[in-house]
């Protein structure tokens, strides 16, 4: 088999998983943010804890195309299961593209299996989108790092053994001159880790089931080989987050369209069975365009994703066609989400309906990995520098 029919092969089965279990069952964890434990054990079946890692270190090595496609199914059924593995996998892709092969030996092999969970934690109460504002400490003391700070919005935070945290290191300490580096922490999963405490697990809208955590650091002590790339890793920890962040904009972008998709799916089976003024409110002109709209909408928001992940992976910059695909898509799925709420009447309003669900996920992907104000200036600046 080639390439691109294992790829296809895995998709189908991930097609058939997400309709025959996530989407009847997703609102039992989704409406009691209720952890979909079994569900995360068949994704660790399915090899998608490793989905990006290498495959020297045990993981699926999907290229972007494939592994965009993988999160527009897993988004289909439950946004969420695409959050469960998304922050693990960024926290990997800095390990593999960044660390030392001491580093990727330690770490990647039990990450790819999902036995180590990773999370990223760059945001901070004072600063998101300004992640340069951070203010979270990293002070050298001899053979180790003492950590002070507390970050906001760690997704997976509690279930990680591992989280690639953004601090800072003051100037000058030690040499060369210090900066934001990221530190690969181990941590035991749960609520504390020596100077680490989950402080408050936060309550949110939607993207539901799993946890989005508060943690604090305090005097928190890092053996040295927990600093990515080593000394070179000193000051370039911000700009190699941002990296991974602008591929990781391709698959919230594909996020936006798993969840698009479902909607528009919802609201045309709705549409074609609901009957008013003796028809179905599909022969309605009214909802027949809003549904037109729908589709057209939909379509661009996947050519978008698919051909910024095809520029990924012929190696080309995708800064201005991710940074796009996540504007786009994100904002259809909002749209989406609405228009089938609109559809689905009274209905669309109720928890026995899942669209009320996609209404609430969907707004994460236009704030989650830089809102859209921050990709129109991802997107302007490319455009600007290319006169
Ligand atoms: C559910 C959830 C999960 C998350 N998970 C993670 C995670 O795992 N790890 C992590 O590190 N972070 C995570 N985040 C944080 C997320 O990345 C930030 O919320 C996001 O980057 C925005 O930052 P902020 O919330 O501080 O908003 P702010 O930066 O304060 O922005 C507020 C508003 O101002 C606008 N704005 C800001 N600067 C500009 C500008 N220069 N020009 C125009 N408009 C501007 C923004 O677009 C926004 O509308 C998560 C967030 C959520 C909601």
Redesign the pocket.
């Known amino acids: 088999m080639t390439d691109v029919d294992v790829a296809e092969e895995m998709i189908v089965t991930l097609r058939d998983w997400v309709e025959s279990v996530v989407i009847p069952h997703a609102s039992e964890f989704e409406l009691p943010d209720k952890y979909p434990t079994d569900m995360a054990h068949q994704m660790a079946d399915f090899g998608l804890f490793g989905a990006t890692i290498p495959s020297e270190y045990g993981g699926l090595d999907l290229d972007n195309m494939t592994y965009a496609r993988v999160i527009e199914e897993l988004s289909r059924g439950w946004m969420s299961l695409a959050g469960i593995i998304n ?1 693990h996998l960024i926290c990997a892709k800095l390990i593999s593209k960044f660390g030392s092969e001491e580093q990727k030996q330690r770490w990647l092999p039990s990450m790819a299996t999902g036995e180590l969970r990773g ?5 901070e109460p004072d ?4 992640a340069g504002a951070l203010r979270c400490q990293a002070k050298r003391d001899g053979d180790e790092w003492i950590i002070n700070g507390t970050k906001m ?3 997976n935070g509690e279930k990680a053994g591992v989280v690639a945290l953004l601090a800072r290191v003051p100037e000058g300490d030690p040499e060369p001159a210090g900066g934001i580096s990221c530190f690969i922490v181990e941590k035991t999963p749960g609520k504390k880790s020596g100077g680490i405490t989950v402080s408050r697990k936060i309550d ?1 809208l939607g ?1 539901r089931g799993l946890e ?1 955590v508060e943690m604090s650091y305090s005097d928190h002590r890092l053996s040295h080989d927990q600093l990515l790339g080593g000394n070179e890793g000193i000051g370039n920890g911000l700009r190699w987050a941002l990296t991974a962040l602008e591929q990781g904009r391709i698959n919230v972008a594909a996020r936006g369209v798993g969840v698009a998709q479902a909607a528009y799916d919802a609201a045309l089976a709705y549409a074609k069975e609901r009957e008013t003024f003796g028809r179905p409110i599909s022969q309605h002109q009214a909802i027949a365009f809003k549904l037109a709209e729908m589709a057209t909408k939909l379509e661009a928001a996947r050519l978008l994703t698919y051909e910024a992940a095809r520029k990924a992976d012929a190696g080309e910059r995708v800064d201005l066609a991710a940074g796009m695909a996540k504007l786009f898509a994100s904002e259809t799925a909002s749209e989406l989400a609405l228009d089938a709420m609109r559809i689905h009447g009274g209905n669309g309003f109720s928890t026995e309906y899942p669209v009320e669900r996609y209404y609430r996920d969907a707004p ?1 992907m236009i ?5 859209s ?2 990709q129109k ?1 991802v997107i302007s600046r490319a455009l600007l520098a290319e006169d």
């Open positions: 922050s999370c990223f934690s760059l945001s600063s998101g989108s300004d919005w760690v997704t949110k993207y989005t994460l704030i989650g990995e830089g809102t104000e921050i200036l």
